[in-house]
């Protein structure tokens, strides 16, 4: 099983992002995703889930009216919009699964993880 996040780089404060999650080696429309981030000299925290049908959404407070969570089953991609970023978004930002498929949303637990993208906004 492989995530592969990708989109990340340097945006200013105010601007916008879109990142990807592209999934294989598993059947991708039966996973909940989530995104995390870390930021510098911080643990890493959840910022958004999408059940695996896209129906369901749930965001961290922080980025709640200015994240976006969506996928594209048909492309095993998941993507999180970003958009009014701020200084205190610079992290870097990583997908991750959970290891059934089908399972309660939002997780609990998360056992596949992307290798994450750095993304940096400048203020």
């Known amino acids: 099983v492989q995530l592969q996040a990708s989109g990340g780089g340097l945006v200013q404060a105010g601007g916008s992002r879109r990142l990807s999650c592209a999934a294989s080696?598993?059947?991708?429309?039966?996973?909940?995703v989530a995104w995390f981030r870390q930021g510098p000299g911080k643990e890493r925290e959840f910022v958004a889930a999408v059940s695996w049908s896209g129906g369901s959404t749930y965001y961290a407070d922080s980025v709640t009216g200015r994240f976006t969570i969506s996928r594209d089953n048909a492309k095993n991609t998941v993507y999180l919009q970003m958009n009014s970023l701020k200084p205190e978004d610079t992290a870097v930002y990583y997908c991750?699964?959970?290891?059934?498929?089908?399972?309660?949303?939002?997780?609990?637990?998360?056992?596949?993880w992307g290798q994450g993208t750095q993304v940096t906004v400048s203020s």
């Open positions: 080696g598993l059947t991708f429309s039966n996973y909940n």
């Open positions: 991750a699964a959970p290891q059934h498929p089908l399972s309660r949303f939002p997780p609990r637990e998360y056992y596949y």
